[in-house]
């Protein structure tokens, strides 16, 4: 948390996600974000592998040294990402923490990230997904929460699919369980319900609500919902 606080003051965050099919598309959507005003992206992957968005990743951060860029490299699992990624990315986003939620399990991989993370990557915000869309359904969210606060800088959850707002039960049970430590919303963020969850979330990653298409930002409304966090 102190960390998240370090590099991240403002209350409600915004980092809007950008899903990478090539450098062009990158660039243009990087710079509908930094004009915006948003807070920083997260570039993603999805068709192309993790060396092609790394490779992206860095001219992109040439062009733009002091905007903050974070991660999700999709084809690593959660247990070899922290091998590849950059060290100078300004935060790392996985899907899957890897946290099992049987009281009596001990966590490996969540651990081992973990303690790498704070070995090796000791200025990026490591973000953990539990309860997130097209995972495995967690039964136990209170317990989940309280193991995940242990295992990341951030805590992000999702609704039921992409573009799917998360239950305002399930957010403020998350609240509840990781104490003081940061939460983010990853999906179904749009200007016009964003102000519900302010009072609950620490971030929002964002990029379906103010998107035209799934590899398209909207510069619209990006800036919209950068006013409505702002508010």
């Known amino acids: 948390m102190n960390l998240y606080k370090k590099i991240f003051p403002k209350k409600n965050s915004l980092f ?16 509908i974000a930094f004009e915006s005003g948003a807070d920083g992206v997260f570039l993603i992957n999805h068709s192309s592998g993790y060396e092609s968005l790394i490779e992206i990743y860095r001219e992109i951060k040439q062009q733009y040294p002091n905007f903050w860029i974070g991660l999700n490299l999709l084809d690593l699992s959660a247990s070899a990402v922290l091998d590849y990624v ?18 009596d399990c ?24 539990i309860a997130f869309k097209y995972q495995k359904e967690v039964k136990q969210l209170d317990w989940v929460a ?25 957010i403020k049970t998350i609240r509840k369980n990781i104490d003081h430590s940061p939460l983010a919303i990853a999906s179904g963020i749009t200007p016009e319900n964003v102000s519900q969850y302010k009072a609950y979330a620490d971030a929002f990653l964002v990029a379906t609500g103010i998107s035209d298409s799934f590899t398209k930002l909207n510069s619209h409304k990006t800036e919209q919902l950068v006013k409505e966090i702002n508010k």
């Open 16 to 31: 809007i996600v950008i899903h990478v099919v090539s450098k062009k598309q990158a660039n243009e959507n990087v710079k």
């Open 86 to 103: 950059p060290n100078n990315a300004s935060g790392l986003w996985v899907d899957n923490i890897g946290l099992n939620e049987e009281h």
């Open 106 to 129: 001990i966590n490996y991989i969540a651990q081992k990230n973990w303690v790498q993370k704070q070995e090796k990557y000791q200025e990026m915000i490591y973000f953990g997904s």
């Open 146 to 170: 309280c193991l995940a606060k242990e295992y990341a800088d951030v805590v992000v959850t999702s609704g039921d699919r992409t573009g799917s707002p998360p239950n305002l039960h399930k």
